[in-house]
């Protein structure tokens, strides 16, 4: 495969600590706003320029815009999610998920996930590990904030990965990684919390705080 360098380009013009810290998981997403091939091709070559191990690029993705497919594929997804919840908690589809429970809003996008307007999945090839994936995963979600392009990070239940593999032929030398969908969002980016950095960082040893937890 040819190598080439790549410029940034003039879509991308958000600050970077915008981006950053208005990001949020994104799992409304509008079906009638469409994502164009130029804005694809934007987020896909940032998850390209991502660091990498020993720059052997084993990062590969399967963009999924056909609307048959994607819906075919949310089904899946949807069995999925569940089969996730049955191993953690006993649940079944159509059981009410308590009140307080944080995966609330992840039920929303197994049942809303086949009308996403694209959904990418991130593999690898050549038995390159996760860590070699995931920085470009996350430049690919930036660079769609930078768009005003909603995105969220999801993975599949090992029961619908020989389903998917043959929906989409791919090869038995590709590992799976996550599942992207991306859609103009029904509802705004903004500010999320987080716990602070001063509980969740240790200084020289563990659980000696750092300099600014006063």
Not at 130 to 136: I, W
Not at 189 to 203: E, I, V
């Amino acid at each position: 495969m040819e190598m080439v360098r790549l410029n940034p380009p003039a879509e991308l013009n958000m600050p970077i600590g915008e981006a950053m810290f208005s990001q949020r998981a994104i799992r409304r997403l509008d079906p009638d706003r469409p994502i164009t091939d130029k804005q694809l091709k934007i987020v896909l070559d940032a998850a390209s320029k991502a660091p990498n191990g020993a720059n052997r690029q084993g990062a590969r993705f399967l963009v999924i815009r056909d609307r048959e497919s994607i819906a075919a594929f949310g089904e899946l997804y949807h069995e999925a999610w569940w089969a996730k919840r049955k191993d953690e908690y006993g649940w079944t589809p159509g059981q009410d998920i308590p009140a307080d429970s944080p995966f609330k809003m992840a039920a929303l996008l197994a049942d809303e996930l086949r009308q996403a307007p694209v959904v990418i999945l991130a593999f690898s090839t050549g038995g390159m590990a996760a860590n070699s994936v995931f920085p470009s995963v996350q430049n690919l979600l930036l660079s769609a904030r930078a768009l005003g392009i909603g995105s969220v990070l999801t993975t599949l239940h090992p029961t619908v990965m020989d389903l998917v593999n043959e929906m989409f032929g791919v090869p038995a030398d590709a590992d799976f990684h996550c599942c992207i969908p991306l859609g103009y969002p029904r509802g705004n980016f903004g500010s999320t919390q987080r716990y602070r950095t001063a509980d969740t960082t240790y200084w020289d040893r563990w659980d000696s705080p750092p300099p600014w937890a006063d």
